[in-house]
C-alpha cells in the first residue's frame, strides 16, 4: 500500500468503482479503492441487475440515462463484458391515476430525449403475453431498460479505473479515519496506513459506520429485499422462439413487483408493504456474501396478485430465493456530495438503484471533486438536502415508507405520515384547532391551507385541483382584499457579523450590500456563472464592537447546501462569524391592502409608508414584543415579515388575530402564497432558480451588479449578459381545463418540445391558470395568443407568453 494518495474510495461495491473510474476519467490517476472485502461484497454481488431511465425527479433521471449509455463503453475500455440485455421495460397501469402518472412520465421524457411509448393493454400484452390485458388499463414502454451481469459490470467499472491508472486494495477494512490540519486525511486500515487528500464514503452497508468514524450520522438504512428465479417456463421459450428476442421487464404497480427474463425463466421481485429494514443500528463487519433467510409468506399479497395478473406464474417452479440488504435513503435517492463541516470528506452512498445511477454519481461527484462543481443540477441526490432532524430512528420510519411504496403514486398534494410531526412551532396545536393542513418543509410542520369551520382538514389526493381548490381561493381574495396572516418560520435564517462581513457578502452575492435599515435581494452564483443562492440581506444594527451585522434569508431546503459553501469561502482571519438560527427565529408575515392598518394597531412607532418605506428593516416592538421587520413578501402586495424569538411567537400571532378582527383577517397557507408568488411572476428557489440557470436567463438581471469591483461568479454573468445566455425564463397563461401544470411538463412550439416548465398553478386572484418555465431566448418574445402549448396529463393545452405580472404590475400596491 502506498503512503499518499489523492484520493482514498472506501467500498467496492458498483458505486466505489465508479466513482473510482471517474476520477481517473477526470484526470485524477493518484486514486486508490479500499475495499474491506472483494469487490461486489455487501450489496452490488446479490442485486437483480435491472435498469431503467424513470425517476420522478428529471435531473436524476438524465444522470440513468447516462449510466445506460456508459456500460458499450466501459466494456470497451476494460474488456469485460457487462452482460447487457437491453430488453426494454413495461410499466403496466391497473387504473386511471395510474394511467394519469405515466402520461406525465411520458411527457416529461419528451423533453429529456428518452424514448418512450404509452400503449393501450392489448398492446402491451402483445409485447409481453405473460400478462392477462383485462387487469390492467394502460402502460408505457421505455425503450432504454434492461438488465445486466452485478459483478460484470462492477469489474468492468474497476479494471477501466485501473488501465487509467488508479489502485485497489482489497481484505483492506478501514478502521479509523482521523483528519489533518491541512485538510487531509489519516486512513487507518488493518493492513497499513494512507494519507489522503480526499476521502470518499462509498461503503454502502456500511456507510453509516464510516461516516460513524468522523462524527457524522448518515440517513441511510438497510431494508431486506426479495426476488425470486423461476425454472424454466414454457412461455418463456415459446416467446423467445417465436419473436427472436427476450421478454421485455415489467412493472406491475398493483401488485408491487417487477418481472425480468433470467435465461428461460423469469426473475420476479417485490417491494412489499410489510417490509423489514435490516441491522437498523450496527452493520457487522464480517458480514460479506451472505444471504438471508427468505420469507415467502411475507411477500405472500404480493405473489398473489402476480399470479393472478400473469397466470403463468403461477404454475412456474421456484428455483431459488434472493433476500439481501440494500440501503436506502429516507426519500429513496442517493446521498451524494460533500459534507458540511467536514474538510475533503465526500459521500456517495444509499444508491439503492445501483446499476441505474451509479454511473450519473460517479460522473457527477468526480466532476465536483475535479472541478468545484457536479456539472448537474444534482439538488435531488445532494447529501445536504437533510438537516441535522433525520436521525437515525427518523430514517428507519421514513425508509420504511419510501420501501413500501416504491411502486405508490406520489400525488402532488399528498403529505406522507410516516415520522411526523418531526418539529413544530408553538403554532402547530394553534393552527391544527384553527383548521390548518400541515405539509412537511424540510422537517417543519408548515401550515398548507385551512378548512373553514364544518369542513374537514384533509387532503383528497389527485392530479387534478382537488377538495382545497376553493380554500385557497377564499385566502389568496382574502389577502388581496384584505389581510392574512402566515407563518414563515420555514425560511432560512442567517447572521454575518465581524469586520469582514460586508466585504464577504459582497464578494458571494451579485447585489450590492444594503445600507444600513435597508434589504436587498440578491442571487448568488458559481463560478461558472450559474444559480446556486436566492436571498434577501438586510443591515441590521452594528454589533457591540461597532462591526457589520447583516441578517439574511433563504431556502430553508438548502441550508446545509448554502452552509457548505459560506464556509468553503471564509476567510482564514476570522473576521467573519455566521450564525444559522435554525428554530431560534421564526416569524409570522401580514399581507394585503389592510397589513400596515393592522401593523399600526401593534406598535406606537410610526409605520406610515414616509417613515417605513418598501425594502426596509426595523427593529422595532410589536405587541410589547422585540422583533425585526422587513417591509417585503413574498405574495408581491403591500405587507411585512416579523422576526421574532419563538418564545414570542405564540403572543404575536394572538394579538394580530385579536387586532385584525374588525379588518377581515384570514389564515392563509403556502398553497396560497405559492399561487400569490405566481401572479407575480415571482420565482422560487429549486424549480426556476437552479444551477443549471444563469441569472440573466432567470430575468434576475437587475439584481446582479455588474458595477461590483468582483463577485464570484461575475466573468461568466458578463459573458451571459454579452451573449443573452440559451434560455429565458417565462410566465404563460395556460388554456387549462381541471387539472393546472404541476412543475417538469414540456413547452411546445409549432410541433416541437422546446422547452419546460419549473412550476405553476392557480391565479386565484386573477383566475388564470399560470405556468412558469424555460424557453428558448429567441421564443421568449413570441407573445402571440396560443403560440405555444403545455402537455398537461397527456394533452396539449394552448398557452400564452405574458411579459408582465398579471397583478399589480407597476408594483404600486407593494410599494405604496
Wanted: proline content about 5%; some cysteine; hydrophobic content about 40%.
Amino acid at each position: 500500500m502506498k503512503s499518499h494518495t489523492q484520493v482514498a474510495v472506501i467500498g467496492g461495491g458498483v458505486v466505489g468503482c465508479s466513482v473510482l473510474y471517474h476520477l481517473t476519467k477526470a484526470g485524477w490517476k493518484d486514486v486508490v479503492l479500499i475495499e474491506r472485502d472483494q469487490l461486489t461484497s455487501g450489496s452490488t454481488w446479490h442485486a437483480a441487475g435491472g435498469f431503467h431511465t424513470l425517476n420522478g425527479d428529471p435531473n436524476v433521471a438524465k444522470l440513468q440515462g447516462y449510466t445506460i449509455g456508459l456500460y458499450d463503453e466501459l466494456e470497451k475500455i476494460s474488456g469485460q463484458s457487462c452482460g447487457l440485455h437491453r430488453s426494454g421495460g413495461l410499466m403496466l397501469a391497473d387504473t386511471h391515476e395510474r394511467m394519469e402518472w405515466l402520461k406525465m412520465a411520458h411527457a416529461r421524457a419528451r423533453y429529456l430525449g428518452l424514448e418512450t411509448e404509452l400503449l393501450s393493454a392489448k398492446e402491451a400484452q402483445a409485447l409481453f403475453p405473460l400478462m392477462e390485458a383485462k387487469h390492467f388499463v394502460g402502460a408505457m414502454l421505455d425503450k432504454a431498460d434492461g438488465n445486466l451481469d452485478p459483478s460484470g459490470t462492477t469489474h468492468a467499472y474497476a479494471k477501466s479505473a485501473r488501465i487509467n491508472g488508479a489502485e485497489i486494495y482489497l481484505k483492506t477494512r478501514v478502521a479509523a479515519l482521523k483528519p489533518r490540519k491541512d485538510g487531509s486525511w489519516d486512513v487507518i486500515t488493518e493492513q497499513g496506513n494512507i494519507q489522503a487528500e480526499h476521502v470518499v464514503n462509498c461503503g454502502g452497508l456500511w456507510a453509516r459506520e464510516v461516516g460513524r468514524m468522523v462524527g457524522l450520522e448518515l440517513p441511510v438504512l438497510a431494508m431486506e429485499h426479495m426476488y425470486l428465479v423461476t425454472d424454466e417456463m414454457p412461455e418463456v421459450v415459446a416467446f423467445n422462439k417465436e419473436r427472436g428476442h427476450e421478454l421485455p421487464h415489467a412493472i406491475d404497480f398493483k401488485a408491487e413487483i417487477y418481472m425480468r427474463q433470467e435465461r428461460s425463466g423469469m426473475v420476479l421481485g417485490t417491494y412489499e408493504k410489510d417490509c423489514r429494514p435490516w441491522q437498523p443500528r450496527q452493520t457487522p463487519w464480517d458480514f460479506g456474501t451472505e444471504l438471508l433467510a427468505p420469507d415467502l409468506e411475507r411477500i405472500a399479497p404480493s405473489l398473489e396478485l402476480g399470479h393472478k395478473h400473469f397466470p403463468a406464474m403461477a404454475k412456474a417452479g421456484i428455483k431459488r430465493i434472493i433476500n439481501g440488504p440494500f440501503t436506502f435513503s429516507p426519500d429513496g435517492n442517493p446521498l451524494v456530495g460533500p459534507v458540511q463541516g467536514l474538510r475533503n470528506f465526500w459521500c456517495a452512498c444509499a444508491v439503492m438503484a445501483g446499476f441505474s445511477q451509479g454511473g450519473g454519481v460517479g460522473l457527477a461527484l468526480s466532476q465536483w471533486m475535479v472541478h468545484g462543481d457536479p456539472g448537474f443540477d444534482v439538488w435531488a441526490m445532494d447529501i445536504a438536502r437533510f438537516g441535522d432532524w433525520a436521525t437515525r430512528s427518523y430514517t428507519n420510519e421514513k425508509v420504511r415508507e419510501n420501501y413500501s411504496r416504491r411502486f405508490s403514486i406520489r400525488f402532488p398534494n399528498e403529505e406522507l405520515p410516516a415520522a411526523r410531526p418531526q418539529q413544530t412551532t408553538s403554532l402547530y396545536d394553534v393552527m391544527i384547532a384553527q383548521g390548518a393542513v400541515m405539509g412537511d418543509s424540510w422537517g417543519l410542520e408548515t401550515p398548507l391551507w385551512f378548512a373553514p369551520k364544518g369542513v374537514e382538514p384533509k387532503d383528497i389526493v389527485s392530479f387534478h385541483r382537488s377538495n382545497d381548490f376553493k380554500h385557497v381561493k377564499a385566502e389568496c381574495l382574502g389577502v388581496r382584499n384584505a389581510v392574512g396572516v402566515t407563518e414563515i418560520a420555514n425560511f432560512a435564517k442567517y447572521e454575518f457579523k465581524g469586520p469582514g462581513a460586508e466585504a464577504f457578502l459582497s464578494r458571494l452575492m451579485t447585489n450590492k450590500m444594503p445600507r444600513a435599515g435597508r434589504l436587498i435581494l440578491t442571487p448568488m452564483l458559481n463560478p461558472e456563472g450559474r444559480l446556486i443562492g436566492d436571498f434577501t440581506i438586510a443591515k441590521a444594527q452594528p454589533d457591540k464592537n461597532g462591526d457589520g451585522r447583516f441578517i439574511m434569508w433563504g431556502s430553508s431546503q438548502a441550508q446545509k447546501y448554502h452552509m457548505r459553501w459560506f464556509e468553503k469561502h471564509l476567510p482564514a482571519d476570522g473576521s467573519v462569524q455566521i450564525h444559522r438560527y435554525d428554530m431560534g427565529l421564526v416569524g409570522l408575515s401580514i399581507a394585503g391592502p389592510k397589513s400596515r392598518e393592522l401593523l399600526q394597531r401593534l406598535t406606537d412607532e410610526d409605520v406610515s409608508n414616509a417613515a417605513f418605506k418598501f425594502m426596509d428593516h426595523r427593529s422595532i416592538d410589536i405587541a410589547n414584543l422585540p422583533a425585526m421587520i422587513n417591509r417585503v413578501t413574498y405574495s408581491g402586495d403591500l405587507g411585512y415579515e416579523i422576526w421574532v424569538a419563538p418564545e414570542y411567537q405564540r403572543r404575536l400571532f394572538l394579538a394580530i388575530h385579536e387586532a385584525g378582527k374588525d379588518l377581515g383577517l384570514i389564515n392563509f397557507g403556502m398553497r396560497a402564497l405559492l399561487s400569490l408568488r405566481l401572479e407575480k411572476n415571482f420565482p422560487t428557489w429549486y424549480r426556476e432558480l437552479r444551477p443549471i440557470y444563469g441569472p440573466f436567463e432567470a430575468g434576475l438581471d437587475r439584481f446582479v451588479d455588474l458595477t461590483k469591483n468582483d463577485f464570484i461568479g461575475r466573468e461568466a454573468a458578463v459573458k451571459e449578459k454579452e451573449t443573452g445566455g440559451k434560455l429565458r425564463r417565462v410566465t404563460m397563461v395556460v388554456e387549462a381545463s381541471d387539472a393546472d401544470v404541476l412543475g417538469d411538463e414540456p413547452i411546445w412550439h409549432k410541433g416541437q418540445v422546446i422547452g419546460w416548465v419549473t412550476s405553476g398553478g392557480y391565479g386565484h386572484y386573477v383566475d388564470k391558470s399560470l405556468a412558469q418555465g424555460y424557453v428558448p431566448k429567441e421564443l421568449a418574445t413570441d407573445t402571440a395568443r396560443s403560440a405555444f402549448e403545455i402537455e398537461i396529463l397527456g394533452e396539449r393545452r394552448k398557452a400564452t407568453i405574458i411579459t408582465d405580472p398579471l397583478f399589480d404590475p407597476e408594483a404600486k400596491r407593494m410599494r405604496g
